[in-house]
């Protein structure tokens, strides 16, 4: 099994930076990416960034491409997403999960946790 612990989140205002992160722990040896989720109220939960923890490959949303960056630190098993020029519509639980297959379905998950943008 694979724990995943975010933290981070906050409110900020429009236009600012945030930072969250993402602690893995238990057999995180088996993680082959990761990825950054959020769910607005009344919305589906949908990917925002994606990560391939051996070749640093990322993918992104394209309502967030040029201003969020993930990225990972393998020795800490952590995994981060820096959101630069927020907007009110990035307001949302901000979930991590993790993924042992590129050919499967995300099946671990975080608790989630909450950045708010005031505009």
């Known amino acids: 099994q694979v724990q995943l612990v975010e933290s981070g989140g906050g409110l900020v205002q429009a236009g600012g930076s945030l930072r969250i992160s993402c602690a893995a722990s238990?057999?995180?040896?088996?993680?082959?990416?990761m990825g950054w989720f959020r769910q607005a109220p009344g919305k589906e939960r949908l990917l925002v960034a994606g990560?391939?923890?051996?070749?640093?490959?990322?993918t992104y949303a394209s309502s967030v491409k040029g201003r969020f960056t993930i990225s990972s630190d393998n020795a800490k098993n952590t995994v981060y997403l820096q959101m630069n020029s927020l907007k009110s519509e990035d307001t949302a639980v901000y979930y991590c999960?993790?993924?042992?297959?590129?050919?499967?379905?995300?099946?671990?998950w975080g608790q989630g946790t909450q950045v708010t943008v005031s505009s």
């Open positions: 990560i391939h923890l051996s070749s640093g490959t990322s």
């Open positions: 238990g057999r995180t040896f088996s993680i082959l990416a």
């Open positions: 999960a993790a993924r042992d297959s590129t050919t499967s379905p995300y099946r671990y």
